[in-house]
C-alpha cells in the first residue's frame, strides 16, 4: 500500500530544508483554513494537490520559486491581483512566491474559497443534468 498523500507532502515539506519548505508549508496551512474539508493528493509523480469537489490546486516547488497552480484559475475573481503566472491560458493560473516574499493570506484564503464554490457548483450543476 502506498504511503497517504499527507505523509508524503510532509516528507517533500522536510526535503526542501529551504525557504521552499517553509512556504510550501505555510501555503498548505492556509489552505486548510480556508477550506477545511480540503483533501490532499499526490499525483504526476510528486506533485502536491488539494482538491474539493475538483483540484483546487497544486503546490510545485523549483529551485526559485514555490507555484501554487490553479486548475480553474481564469474563472476566478482576483481583485488582490495574487495571480502572477500562467496569465495567458484559458483555464490556469498561477501565483509564483519567490524566496522572501510572502502574499496575502486572507487574499488568499478568497481566492481558495471561490475556487471551492467554483468546483462545488460544477459538480453539483453535472449532477443535476444527469438526473
Do not use: Q
Not at 510532509?10 to 483533501?39: C, F, N, Q, S, Y
Not at 480553474?72 to 516574499?101: C, H, M, Q, V, W
Amino acid at each position: 500500500m502506498s504511503e497517504p498523500a499527507s505523509h508524503l507532502i510532509d516528507v517533500r515539506i522536510a526535503e526542501l530544508g529551504d525557504w521552499r519548505g517553509k512556504t510550501l508549508a505555510r501555503m498548505r496551512a492556509l489552505i486548510h483554513e480556508a477550506v477545511p474539508e480540503v483533501i490532499e493528493e499526490w499525483k504526476w509523480r510528486g506533485v502536491p494537490v488539494w482538491s474539493f469537489a475538483g483540484i483546487l490546486c497544486t503546490g510545485e516547488t523549483y529551485k526559485a520559486v514555490v507555484k501554487l497552480t490553479f486548475a480553474k484559475g481564469a474563472s476566478l475573481d482576483d481583485p488582490a491581483k495574487l495571480f502572477n503566472a500562467s496569465l495567458e491560458g484559458n483555464t490556469r493560473r498561477a501565483i509564483d512566491i519567490r524566496e522572501g516574499e510572502t502574499i496575502d493570506a486572507e487574499a488568499f484564503k478568497t481566492l481558495l474559497r471561490a475556487a471551492a464554490e467554483l468546483n462545488h457548483a460544477g459538480r453539483a450543476a453535472k449532477t443535476a443534468r444527469k438526473a
